[in-house]
């Protein structure tokens, strides 16, 4: 995945959510962590968004915290 693509997906992302943390290190690879509420798609084209981070995060993780979900994504870029 290009760094392009990365930002375009976390872009995407904050607008979800604004509580989100990102973690980048220098061997081209960010963990990006995310609380919500709830994860919800209404409409096809939000489905077909979530399939598409999901589908490029190297690793991905949803977790209940609290009243919420924090959702942990690792992507990776060359």
Do not use: C, H
Request: aromatic content about 8%; cysteine-free.
């Amino acid at each position: 995945m290009k760094r392009v693509t990365f930002i375009r997906i976390l872009t995407g992302i904050k607008l979800v959510s604004n509580n989100v943390s990102v973690v980048e290190n220098f061997k081209n690879k960010a963990m990006v962590i995310v609380r919500v509420d709830e994860i919800m798609a209404e409409t096809p084209k939000q489905i077909r968004s979530l399939q598409k981070v999901f589908g490029r995060a190297k690793y991905y993780s949803i977790k209940p915290e609290g009243d919420g979900l924090t959702v942990t994504l690792e992507f990776s870029w060359s």
